[in-house]
């Protein structure tokens, strides 16, 4: 009965006392926590199944096989054979993997919960801003991550090719999964240089006509970038993380160029219902003073002044 009380005795503009933040901040980052527990606990049952989604496409391209027709990829050197290392390897692993899956499977909750504690000290078109950015920045996280997860095969044969001939590679099935979660997460990460472009621009940070001014400088560094991040040194795979970038940055500038045009034709029509009109600080002009001379003082305060003076002279 108090909880529901303190719901409906709640600022409609989501002010509140600290110790209300600091208790809504714990409740949502409790959720947070669990959701990810949760996963994670269920990813534990299926991890090799997870493991083998991984690594089956690299093995596909440069594994190690009895069969005759693989003796090619042994003698180029591209023959590879995952292995581990200890015996407490494959619990760690299997930690760490099943945790990898509960934080990406489980980032819409969080983000959920990220954005419900923040959403009620917002205005409505920034709401809407930040509804946009959630549901867009998931998905393009998760294209650049499938991007990751298709240029690996390719990877794998371009940095195995390096081997001499005759030998077989044996890589770490640890060290292979913290190389494809960095390959993830970075591919993931750049993907959302637009997203991050475009809040920018609603923000009033930064104007499509700017950016469009960037395009040469914008181009030359998303190739370097995208040539520093990939480990493998074939433009193939350099290309599959700089071009979709390209892509998205002009599609970006487009949606700025456009919303500038937006908001220089709402300016002209006036202030929205939630938005402060703009206030005239300018002071106004003030009449000169008109000065008083002694003939025009106060009657009451010249008769009160020759009553005192008809007073003394009596006393005298």
């Not at 009965?1 to 503009?13: C, F, G, N, T, V």
């Not at 760690?92 to 819409?108: E, R």
């Not at 700089?242 to 034709?265: H, Q």
Request: charged share 20%; with cysteine; net charge negative.
């Amino acid at each position: 009965m108090l909880r529901s009380a303190r719901k409906q005795e709640r600022d409609p503009e989501g002010r509140m006392p600290l110790s209300d933040h600091l208790r809504e901040l714990r409740n949502r980052l409790a959720k947070a926590v669990l959701a990810i527990i949760l996963v994670t606990i269920v990813a534990a049952f299926f991890y090799k199944d997870i493991v083998e989604f991984f690594t089956n496409p690299i093995l596909d391209a440069v594994g190690c096989h009895s069969s005759f027709d693989d003796l090619a990829h042994k003698e180029s050197g591209t023959c590879a054979r995952i292995v581990l290392n200890g015996l407490l390897t494959p619990f760690t692993l299997a930690l760490k993997v099943s945790l990898m899956v509960g934080v990406i499977v489980g980032s819409p909750v969080w983000l959920y919960q990220l954005w419900a504690f923040v959403a009620p000290g917002l205005h409505r078109h920034e709401k809407k801003y930040a509804r946009a950015f959630v549901g867009t920045g998931v998905p393009l996280f998760l294209g650049g991550a499938f991007f990751a997860y298709k240029t690996l095969p390719t990877m794998a044969t371009v940095l195995l090719g390096f081997s001499p001939g005759g030998l077989d590679n044996l890589l770490p099935l640890d060290e292979l999964i913290d190389l494809i979660t960095r390959m993830v997460v970075i591919f993931g990460l750049s993907f959302e240089l637009p997203l991050l472009l475009v809040m920018l621009n609603l923000t009033g940070v930064l104007t499509g006509r700017r950016m469009l001014g960037w395009w040469r400088a914008m181009i030359m560094g998303i190739t370097v970038f995208a040539a520093v991040a990939t480990p493998s040194t074939d433009p193939l795979t350099m290309l599959a993380l700089a071009g979709p970038i390209w892509v998205l940055y002009f599609a970006a500038t487009v949606f700025s160029i456009l919303n500038d045009r937006r908001k220089a034709r709402l300016e002209e029509a006036g202030p929205g219902d939630d938005e402060a009109s703009d206030l005239d600080l300018t002071p106004d002009s003030v009449d000169d003073a008109e000065p008083v001379s002694a003939s025009r003082a106060l009657p009451e305060q010249a008769s009160g002044d020759q009553d005192r003076i008809n007073g003394y002279d009596d006393v005298t």
